[in-house]
């Protein structure tokens, strides 16, 4: 989502000598490395005038403000609207839980040339233990439908493939007129879309997968088999501290669930290591949802405290056995993501190509490399100097930079599968 939002802000201040720090808060480290990002930044560009935005400096804008190298602060709420970048006032930050209202301009784009990203919804009403983005980004908006299609409408002109993010996506709609659900916003992007071959959904929590949605996830060929849930734990124990809604069974019935109705769907999921008064018995069980769910696609986090969360208050495992968790969770997720890519390996897939045009993802979200690359090596036979130089321009028509090509899997490396155009 930053990615999206960092797009519109360099949209809002073209022309303008300034250098903008989106932070994150999503650990203490991340909180650390905005620190160093404003510092390096600073001594980087003494000139330019130096912004800080995002969840850090919405959580603690006293503290960013307070920063030699910083010259203005500008809150979550106040960023992707053009009047807070021109306004005078060295700290611009409401209080992001009294925003409540519906924003189209939330619908922010961000394009890597093959796929675009469209932020629907924002906030969250949740509460996890362990989690300060509600105090960063407040409670759950999303963005009309209208507004939504209009978007995606534009992004298809120009891209295969539109993904739509949100903090907490299952929750879109619930603040709209007549509560809109998520599916419902997906049935009505592919019907008045027509143009738009591939529409991928950012991460969901399962709990909220209505029979809609399952049935867009599962039957519907312009939705990509690939689903990643937000579980974090596989012990029921911690999934209550955590104050998560769903329980350990609940998670492996809904894969199960998944891969029956469509056979080759992709199970992705967040996993955190370590979290407080976590056992080894209690991590077994995370450790064991890796292979009890089929997880082939994993972001895992060693827990790391948030100041003013209620999980920074309770008893905390020691950092080296949280990291030395975080690695056994990384093993296994890599060993099972190569069991699943070596069984795509003879198959044909329909990657779309992303930059710099050998490799790109499959539907299932496998990534993969071409050999040889299908556009590049082309031109290169033979080519002339004004090939040359056409070749080195990043026109998709030259590179192949967002064409779906078909590849038949010859094999692994990495992490990666292999392939030649079929
Ligand atoms: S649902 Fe997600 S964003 Fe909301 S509090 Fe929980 S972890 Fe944080």
């Known amino acids: 989502m930053n990615l999206a939002e960092s797009e519109t802000i360099r949209t809002l201040l073209t022309g303008r ?27 980087d560009r003494p000139e330019a005038e130096l912004i800080v935005t995002g969840c850090a400096a919405q959580i603690d804008p006293a503290g960013f403000a307070a920063m030699p190298e910083v010259d203005r602060v500008i809150g979550n709420a106040e960023k992707l609207a053009a009047a807070a970048w021109a306004a ?51 409670n759950s908006r999303s963005v009309p439908a209208g507004a939504v299609i209009e978007r995606i409408a534009t992004l298809a002109e120009s891209h295969a493939e539109v993904v739509l993010t949100g903090v907490d996506l299952t929750s879109y709609g619930h603040d709209l007129p007549g509560r809109p659900d998520l599916g419902t916003l997906v049935e009505r992007v592919l019907r008045h879309v027509p143009r738009l071959r591939r529409l991928r959904l950012s991460s969901l929590d399962g709990i909220e997968i209505d029979d809609r949605l399952f049935a867009l996830l599962t039957q519907e060929p312009r939705v990509m088999p690939h689903v990643h849930l937000s579980l974090q734990a596989g012990d029921d124990m911690i999934l209550k501290r955590m104050k998560r809604r769903h329980s350990r069974a ?19 999921a967040d996993l955190i290591a370590g979290f407080p008064t976590e056992t080894e018995a209690m991590f077994a069980n995370t450790l064991a949802l890796i292979a009890d769910c089929g997880l082939v696609h994993t972001h895992i986090f060693p827990y790391s405290p948030r100041a003013g969360t209620p999980a920074a208050k ?34 044909e897939q329909q990657v779309l190509i992303e930059r710099p045009g050998d490799r790109g993802h499959t539907p299932n979200f496998a990534e993969a490399r071409l050999t040889p690359p299908p556009f590049a090596l082309s031109l290169s036979k033979g080519c002339s100097s004004f090939e040359e130089k056409d070749r080195a321009s990043t026109s998709s028509a030259r590179t192949g930079i967002g064409k779906i090509v078909s590849v038949k899997v010859t094999g692994i490396e990495n992490g990666k599968l292999l392939g030649t155009p079929a």
């Open 88 to 138: 005078p006032d060295p700290v611009l930050v409401q209080d992001i839980m009294a925003v409540r209202e519906t924003a189209p301009h939330l619908a922010a784009s961000f394009s890597t040339h093959a796929r675009a990203f469209v932020e629907v919804q924002n906030g969250c009403d949740h509460r996890c233990t362990f989690c300060a983005i509600p105090y960063g980004r407040g």
């Open 17 to 43: 000598d300034t250098v903008v720090v989106n932070s994150c808060a999503v650990t203490n480290e991340a909180v650390k490395a905005t620190r160093k990002a404003i510092r390096r930044a600073r001594r």
């Open 250 to 268: 609940e998670s492996v019935a809904l894969a199960e669930r998944l891969k029956a109705a469509r056979p080759g769907i992709a199970i992705g």
């Open 314 to 347: 309770m008893p905390q495992v020691e950092p080296e056995v949280v990291k030395a968790r975080a690695a056994r969770l990384r093993e296994a997720a890599s060993e099972r993501r190569d069991t699943w890519l070596t069984s795509l390996v003879g198959t």
